[in-house]
């Protein structure tokens, strides 16, 4: 079975950083899109990092452009997503996911989701 586990949310203070990994099973980072996206209470879940694999570029939300990198680790099949000048406005559920076919954004169309991981970030 397909398994993704996110890992290394917690509570950090504003301007503050955090990295989270999620763990793949199942399947092989390197063939699938990968991705993560936020879910802050009372919203939509959104894209907030990927990489395409058909083109091989990362692609960011404008909202966190400059501030988080995904990069991942095809030895280990984990992706990773490093956070830094963290504020209120990130404070949400991170989930990674993976998706095959088309490239996309749009949380609806991707395959694959981990569990979620909290990050609440406070001053």
């Known amino acids: 079975q397909v398994q993704l586990v996110e890992s290394g949310g917690g509570l950090v203070q504003t301007g503050g950083s955090l990295r989270l990994s999620c763990a793949v099973s199942?399947?092989?980072?390197?063939?699938?899109?990968m991705g993560w996206f936020h879910q802050a209470p009372g919203k939509e879940r959104v894209f907030i990092a990927g990489?395409?694999?058909?083109?091989?570029?990362?692609y960011y939300a404008d909202s966190v452009k400059g501030r988080f990198t995904i990069s991942e680790d095809n030895a280990k099949n984990t992706l990773y997503l490093e956070m830094n000048s963290l504020n209120a406005e990130d404070t949400a559920v991170y989930y990674c996911?993976?998706?095959?076919?088309?490239?996309?954004?749009?949380?609806?169309?991707?395959?694959?989701w981990g569990q979620g991981t909290q990050v609440t970030v406070s001053s």
């Open positions: 990489i395409s694999r058909a083109d091989g570029n990362t």
């Open positions: 199942g399947l092989t980072v390197s063939r699938y899109h």
């Open positions: 996911a993976a998706r095959s076919g088309f490239w996309s954004s749009y949380h609806n169309v991707w395959d694959y």
